[in-house]
């Protein structure tokens, strides 16, 4: 792999005597201005210095902000396979997601594959050059290693069992061998660590904003390996306030939300709801009613003009969206101080404790919470007091109810394919069963498949002599 980055070479011009010579001399010049050694990359040689290693660090949190929140990335892929939004793009990559019936080729899906790839690749230079020529702060290093590692957990989280972890840092790629996704948490925990350790005793902010956010995903990364780390994972995230986020953030020159401009600006996707189509006739079961049960945590409506209701990309599809939650430069948590409740409550129902768990839950809707802070000229969403949740009295009735408080505190935040892949592992939930993933009719036509988990595509076997095909699509 290089570094992608340009460079050029300028000469010096010299006046003419002639009219001839002056249009040589600016021909050459015109030639040379344009020149370069290498017109699409620079020599691994040419970041060997302290500013070099910044612009590769810069460059591998550009690629996080593409893997997540500022592209087209396993956030919105993974909730659309779900149940939090449908397909209403003109794209069959996007259709057969939503159906839940994934091609191995599906051009879409190796996209985002690639980008979490890219994300580890660039942190895993950028690791080297900082170590080697500004180690310090020590802040900056730790990202890294949280960026490798959210890849990693983002990977396990939404992609098959069979993920390939190759290393192209160097002037050969070293091909990974498909690892299941417990593994690949593994992996992910290891990456965290170091970003935790590398800050535990530092005092500044960027250190204490690094820590926290590389608790948080090791938490999750520890409850993606089985609810016996369900403990280790509330003790690692005890302490963090409520209010804490780290951001990816977005602008009009360095990427926009694409949350807000795939859905609300594109009309490429639509919020979902259990009740589907234009005429809200086709029932879906197990789909958390995101539009219909107005919630003010994800405050979604149909989009219209005038009095008319705005058909979609697809040409046919209302639009169902949730503009008053991202605007397009809005920043977007990859992880929040919400996310350490919501293992908290996770941990004390695992300890047999449903009224802690509750306690949790009625603290989080009985306060003010920001999901989304204001960005000019957005003014953010802030969630309202909300009325406390009553005890459901079982057990099953109080898993379904701590992962429809998930579903709607982390909406679109990438989370939601994981939790449900959690449902099946872990709470013994059949893939079609009750409060898992969508089945039944599908408003476009057919029926939904039965995939739960995003595949790794058919690239992969071309590029890696080590994979032929994922070791199971199981959760």
Same mark, same amino acid.
């Given at each position: 792999?290089?570094?992608?980055?340009?460079?050029?070479?300028?000469?010096?011009?010299? $006046? +003419?005597?002639?009219?001839?010579?002056?249009?040589?001399?600016?021909?050459?010049?015109?030639?040379?201005?344009?020149?370069?050694?290498?017109?699409?990359?620079?020599?691994?040689?040419?970041?060997?210095?302290?500013?070099?290693?910044?612009?590769?660090?810069?460059?591998?949190?550009?690629? !996080?902000?593409? #893997?997540? @929140?500022?592209?087209?990335?396993?956030?919105?892929?993974?909730? &659309?396979?779900?149940?939090?939004?449908?397909?209403?793009?003109?794209?069959?990559?996007?259709?057969?997601?939503?159906?839940?019936?994934?091609? $191995?080729?599906?051009?879409?899906?190796?996209?985002?594959?690639?980008?979490?790839? %890219?994300?580890?690749?660039?942190?895993?230079?950028?690791?080297?050059?900082?170590?080697?020529?500004?180690?310090?702060?020590? #802040?900056?290093?730790?990202?890294?290693?949280?960026? %490798?590692?959210?890849?990693?957990?983002?990977?396990?989280?939404?992609?098959?069992?069979?993920?390939?972890?190759?290393?192209?840092?160097?002037?050969?790629?070293?091909?990974?061998?498909?690892?299941?996704?417990? +593994?690949?948490?593994?992996?992910?925990?290891?990456? /965290?660590?170091?970003?935790?350790?590398?800050? +535990?005793?530092?005092?500044?902010?960027?250190?204490?904003?690094?820590?926290?956010?590389?608790?948080? #995903?090791? @938490?999750?990364?520890?409850?993606?390996?089985? !609810?016996?780390? @369900?403990? +280790?994972?509330?003790? &690692?995230?005890?302490?963090?306030?409520?209010?804490?986020?780290?951001?990816?953030?977005?602008? &009009?020159?360095?990427?926009?939300? *694409?949350?807000?401009?795939?859905?609300?600006?594109?009309?490429?996707?639509?919020?979902?709801?259990? $009740?589907?189509?234009?005429?809200?006739?086709?029932?879906?079961?197990?789909?958390?009613?995101?539009?219909?049960?107005?919630?003010?945590?994800? =405050?979604?409506?149909?989009?219209?003009?005038?009095? *008319?209701?705005?058909?979609?990309?697809?040409?046919?599809?209302?639009?169902?969206?949730?503009?008053?939650?991202?605007?397009?430069?809005?920043?977007?948590?990859?992880?929040?101080?919400?996310?350490?409740? /919501?293992?908290?409550?996770?941990?004390? !129902?695992?300890?047999?404790?449903?009224?802690?768990?509750?306690?949790?839950?009625?603290? /989080?809707?009985?306060? =003010?919470?920001?999901?989304?802070?204001?960005?000019?000229?957005?003014?953010?969403?802030?969630?309202?007091?909300?009325?406390?949740?009553?005890?459901?009295?079982?057990?099953?009735?109080?898993?379904?109810? &701590?992962?429809?408080?998930?579903?709607?505190?982390?909406?679109?935040?990438?989370? %939601?394919?994981?939790? $449900?892949?959690?449902?099946?592992?872990?709470?013994?939930?059949?893939?079609?069963?009750?409060? *898992?993933?969508?089945?039944?009719?599908?408003?476009?036509?057919?029926?939904?498949? *039965?995939?739960?988990?995003? =595949?790794?595509?058919?690239?992969?076997?071309?590029?890696?002599?080590?994979?032929?095909?994922?070791?199971?699509?199981?959760?």
């Amino acid at each position: 792999m290089r570094y992608s980055l340009r460079s050029g070479r300028a000469v010096a011009m010299t $006046l +003419a005597l002639s009219t001839a010579a002056a249009t040589a001399a600016c021909d050459t010049v015109k030639t040379n201005l344009l020149d370069a050694p290498n017109p699409t990359i620079i020599d691994p040689s040419s970041v060997q210095s302290a500013g070099g290693a910044t612009a590769v660090r810069n460059g591998a949190l550009s690629r !996080l902000r593409s #893997a997540t @929140a500022d592209g087209e990335s396993t956030w919105m892929f993974g909730g &659309l396979l779900a149940d939090e939004w449908v397909s209403s793009s003109t794209f069959v990559q996007n259709d057969e997601t939503d159906q839940r019936s994934i091609q $191995l080729n599906n051009g879409s899906v190796n996209a985002q594959l690639r980008a979490l790839y %890219r994300v580890r690749t660039d942190a895993n230079q950028a690791i080297t050059l900082l170590t080697l020529y500004k180690p310090s702060p020590v #802040a900056d290093v730790a990202e890294m290693y949280f960026a %490798r590692g959210f890849a990693e957990l983002q990977l396990a989280s939404d992609f098959c069992n069979g993920i390939p972890l190759s290393d192209g840092t160097g002037n050969a790629p070293i091909f990974g061998q498909p690892l299941p996704v417990s +593994a690949v948490f593994g992996v992910a925990s290891s990456s /965290l660590d170091t970003a935790i350790s590398l800050t +535990a005793s530092q005092t500044d902010a960027a250190s204490i904003t690094i820590n926290r956010a590389a608790r948080i #995903a090791k @938490a999750r990364a520890l409850l993606g390996t089985g !609810l016996a780390n @369900a403990p +280790a994972a509330a003790a &690692l995230v005890a302490g963090i306030p409520t209010g804490f986020r780290y951001d990816a953030t977005a602008s &009009l020159t360095g990427g926009i939300n *694409t949350l807000w401009d795939q859905a609300a600006s594109q009309n490429r996707y639509s919020v979902s709801d259990s $009740l589907q189509g234009n005429g809200r006739t086709i029932f879906v079961r197990n789909a958390i009613p995101f539009y219909s049960a107005f919630d003010p945590r994800v =405050p979604a409506h149909y989009k219209l003009s005038g009095s *008319t209701n705005v058909k979609a990309q697809d040409g046919n599809t209302f639009v169902i969206q949730v503009d008053s939650l991202w605007g397009q430069t809005s920043p977007v948590a990859v992880t929040h101080g919400l996310d350490a409740r /919501l293992i908290e409550a996770e941990a004390a !129902l695992q300890a047999g404790n449903p009224a802690g768990m509750m306690t949790i839950l009625n603290a /989080l809707r009985g306060s =003010p919470v920001q999901i989304t802070p204001p960005s000019s000229p957005h003014p953010g969403l802030t969630t309202p007091i909300m009325p406390p949740l009553a005890d459901p009295g079982t057990t099953s009735g109080r898993v379904n109810l &701590l992962f429809r408080e998930m579903a709607f505190w982390q909406f679109g935040r990438g989370h %939601r394919l994981g939790n $449900l892949r959690r449902l099946i592992r872990d709470y013994g939930r059949a893939p079609d069963g009750s409060d *898992t993933f969508p089945v039944g009719p599908h408003f476009k036509g057919g029926v939904f498949g *039965t995939d739960v988990n995003l =595949p790794v595509t058919t690239d992969e076997q071309v590029g890696n002599p080590n994979f032929t095909a994922c070791i199971d699509r199981k959760a």
